[in-house]
């Protein structure tokens, strides 16, 4: 089913909180993930050492650029989502999975606004859609906002973006002290302690909001489909 990436040559922009939120909401909503981690310096896999991670996701920590298409597209047979983190950079298993996966997500931090991590992405996905032949959706979300304003400076970047032709996501992704206890305790925003973590409820109400806007987003791509189905008669 569909694969979805979270790319930014920048690290830092919060990718790999935004791939482990989509995670646990797709989890929660009780479909089954398979959630790559493809960044040396594991983050994903350090949670999924944690306890709490639901029994509906799959952590898979060992990746090679030669394998991971591979290894992408048996995922997307088995299971009802893919996630892929991948590391800050541009390499190999970034253009090798971005050019298999049915949206990118791009996060950049909406408060200091450096985007050319990002627009490093941008460029590289349409250099690849030109080798692959088919477009590569794709969406900016912006990160680590303001909870207490919706500041016009985020009203300009994401209006900048939109006059760019860009899909950047209504909902951005607020700074919450419940989104990096999540690497700290394990689990999901669900099996938080809402005595413990200060404002949970609008933590999960913009996670719900994030995840609901990607979903939306995320369908298979016609000629992934045709993939799946040579691997079932094949
Ligand atoms: N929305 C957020 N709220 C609070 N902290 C965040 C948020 N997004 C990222 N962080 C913190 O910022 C740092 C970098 O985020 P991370 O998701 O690891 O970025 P990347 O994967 O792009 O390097 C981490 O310490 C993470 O906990
Ligand atoms: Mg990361």
Known sequence: MPVISFANAKGGAGKTTAALLLATEVAERGKSVTLFD???QRWISTWSDLPGRPGNIQVISETTPASITEQIMDAAARSDYVIVDLEGTENLIVANTLSVSDLVVIPIQGSSMDARG?????NLIKKLEKIVRHD??????LTRTNAAVT?????AVQENLAVA?????????????AYRD??????GLRSQDTRMVSNLDKAKENAEMFAAEILERAMVSPRRRWY???KKVS
């Open 38 to 40: 493809a960044d040396p």
């Open 118 to 122: 990002g627009a490093k992405i941008l």
């Open 136 to 141: 590569i959706k794709h969406c900016v979300v």
């Open 151 to 155: 500041t016009r400076a985020l009203k």
């Open 165 to 177: 032709g860009i899909d950047v996501l209504l909902t951005p992704i607020v700074e919450r002290a």
């Open 182 to 187: 999540l690497f700290d305790f394990g689990g």
């Open 228 to 230: 799946d189905i040579f």
